[in-house]
């Protein structure tokens, strides 16, 4: 028979000395149950009562006569057990049902059903439920998921149920309050705290039939940066001593960085190029009997453009018949012409320094000369002092150079013209840091420096796209960077080495034409020798400063006496630091102290009779 049937049926008590086997049965019968006897209660059962009993009812009757006889009637579904009321029920005959449905259970009915808790332990929570359960009554807590699993009676469910969830009887008057933070951002503590109450009740609120059992709730209000706190009377100071803790005054931190960079190099060059020809090839160097060829174009709004082209092949007489090639033209050309030259690169400019040093040369249609010497020496010292003021546990940032657009893909539209595509990069000098301070005073450093620069000259780039329209080439800068990122722990005011690069390269290149270029003396005219070294060295140190008054005072002062460039700059700087630094005599109390006083105004605003005085 299905639930629906026997929920509308009824029963009405005239009975007496029935035997208990007899009496469940024809209860079970005339409701639609099967019933089962795991024990037979003795004696007999008489009770009278004409009116109309639902099963729930009436099986709450039965219990009150079976319980004390050691047996207790269980009904799940459409199934009746008779078991033993002194030994534990075993969890395959009760009926399990949801927290809401708990108030459907009848007073001597037994159930089952798993009860979360509202911010309490379920270990801790177990022993003061096992006080209140009946003696049928079974307990086990679950402490990874927060639930009690309790096995009782409708009255002892229902009880146990207000005591976990602070419902009911055990249900404590409600009050709320506003605290305005001082320092800290009231989203922020408000986020920590509802997720730290949250957590404590196991997640989601929890419905009770009609009544919505909710956890207490701190909400931030923008524009005053309060809290708005609602919660019960017991749990409104732990929540303000949390507040307390959370809105305390910020620690600073003053970072000072100092980044050195020193480039050493030395170059040394001496080469000499000699070239000897038959001046017939001087002759056939010049460039004579020009041929053209004329080429008409008509572009599309019918204009016609002649374009003239040389054929001749044009070349530059003189010296530079050492580096070109033999002249084509017809001039004697029966006349065979040689040509002997060195070529050992010493070339009239340094190709990295973009400059020669001394630089002789000598030519005719028959002989050239050139020879070039150059001793250079150079010391770079690159010094910066960034620094910058934070908070602690807020990232700062400060930069010292360019935002540059750089090219970063292209785009092609419909008529196959390309458009580059540009994001801006920052390049310079570049502190990004983020401390947090102990309460020993040192400080943790997330950090991050980087010395960059781009190469902006044109053709020094990388190409990335060649517009076949125009023939244009799409190049992307090159960036030369130096970053160090690291994770470093220090006491406040010592300085720590966060990275360093040495390099040193050294280059000695010799050429010279076999056997001559050894010669004594004479072999210097047929060799090229290069001498070239450099030395690079990039150290970064970073002192990190807990400022406290005196502190800041000290630095101020010192940075103000760096600043100094007149008398007059001078006294406006002393005047502005007095009344900057001016001590304050209005303070406010502390967190701590604001809360207690916070937390005294709402106990006697909801509980005057602990309050005492007139």
Not at 84 to 93: F, G, K
Not at 342 to 364: D, M, P, Q
Not at 550 to 557: A, G, M, V
Request: aromatic share 6%; glycine share 8%.
């Amino acid at each position: 028979m299905n639930q629906a049937g026997w929920q509308h049926r009824t029963w009405a008590f005239n009975v007496k000395d029935a035997p208990w086997v007899a009496i469940l049965r024809e209860f079970a019968d005339s409701m639609g149950f099967s019933l089962s006897m795991g024990v037979q209660p003795t004696g007999t059962f008489t009770y009278f009562d004409n009116r109309a009993h639902s099963p729930q009812q009436a099986i709450d009757i039965f219990n009150d006569y079976l319980i004390p006889l050691g047996a207790i009637l269980v009904r799940n579904e459409d199934r009746l057990i008779v078991v033993n009321s002194e030994l534990p029920i075993a969890d395959n005959l009760v009926p399990f049902v949801a927290v809401n449905e708990i108030d459907s259970i009848g007073r001597n009915e037994v159930a089952g059903a798993a009860i979360p808790m509202k911010g309490i332990d379920a270990q801790a929570a177990l022993a003061e439920v096992m006080a209140m359960k009946s003696q049928i009554g079974t307990v086990r807590a679950f402490s990874n998921t927060g639930r009690v699993i309790v096995i009782d009676t409708g009255t002892h469910l229902r009880r146990i149920r207000d005591l976990l969830l602070q419902t009911g009887f055990a249900r404590s008057n409600d009050t709320s309050a506003v605290y305005q933070l001082r320092h800290a951002k009231a989203e922020d503590v408000a986020k920590a705290i509802q997720e730290f109450l949250t957590g404590q009740a196991g997640g989601a609120d929890v419905q009770n039939g009609s009544q919505s059992v909710q956890n207490d709730r701190v909400v931030a209000e923008k524009t005053t940066n309060s809290l708005i706190i609602r919660g019960s009377v017991e749990s409104i100071p732990t929540i303000y001593r949390i507040i307390c803790d959370l809105d305390r005054f910020p620690r600073e931190v003053l970072l000072q960085a100092l980044i050195v960079e020193v480039n050493i190099g030395n170059t040394n060059e001496f080469g000499v190029e000699l070239g000897i020809q038959d001046s017939v090839l001087f002759d056939r160097s010049l460039v004579n009997n020009i041929q053209t060829v004329n080429q008409t174009l008509t572009s599309p709004n019918g204009v016609q453009t002649t374009d003239q082209t040389i054929l001749s092949k044009s070349t530059s007489p003189g010296f530079a018949f050492n580096n070109a090639t033999l002249g084509n033209n017809a001039v004697n050309q029966g006349r065979i012409g040689t040509q002997g030259l060195s070529n050992l690169g010493a070339g009239r400019v340094n190709g990295e320094l973009g400059f020669g040093g001394l630089v002789l040369s000598a030519g005719s249609d028959s002989v050239s000369a050139l020879l070039r010497a150059l001793d250079a020496k150079f010391k770079v010292d690159v010094l910066s002092r960034p620094q910058i003021r934070t908070v602690e546990n807020k990232e700062a940032f400060i930069q010292i150079g360019q935002q540059v657009p750089v090219v970063d893909g292209v785009t092609v539209n419909a008529v196959g013209s390309a458009n580059p595509v540009i994001r801006q990069d920052k390049a310079g000098i570049i502190l990004r840091t983020t401390p947090r301070i102990s309460p020993d005073g040192r400080v943790q450093i997330d950090v991050m420096t980087e010395k960059s620069a781009f190469l902006l000259a044109r053709g020094s780039g990388v190409p990335i796209f060649t517009d076949t329209t125009t023939g244009r080439v799409i190049e992307a800068p090159v960036k030369d960077i130096t970053t160090a990122t690291t994770t470093v722990s220090i006491q406040s005011g010592e300085t720590v080495v966060l990275g360093g690069m040495i390099s040193n390269a050294e280059n000695v290149v010799h050429r010279k034409v076999p056997f001559l270029g050894d010669i004594p003396l004479l072999g210097r005219l047929f060799r090229y020798d290069l001498e070239q070294h450099s030395r690079k060295e990039l150290l970064v140190f970073l002192t990190p400063i807990v400022l406290n008054d005196d502190i800041s005072r000290f630095h101020l002062e010192d940075e103000i006496s760096r600043t100094l460039t007149t008398p007059k700059a001078g006294e406006y700087l002393n005047r502005w630091q007095q009344n900057q630094l001016a001590p304050n005599t209005s303070c406010p109390p502390t967190p701590d102290q604001y809360g207690q006083n916070h937390f005294q105004a709402t106990q006697a605003f909801t509980n005057p009779q602990a309050t005492t005085g007139p």
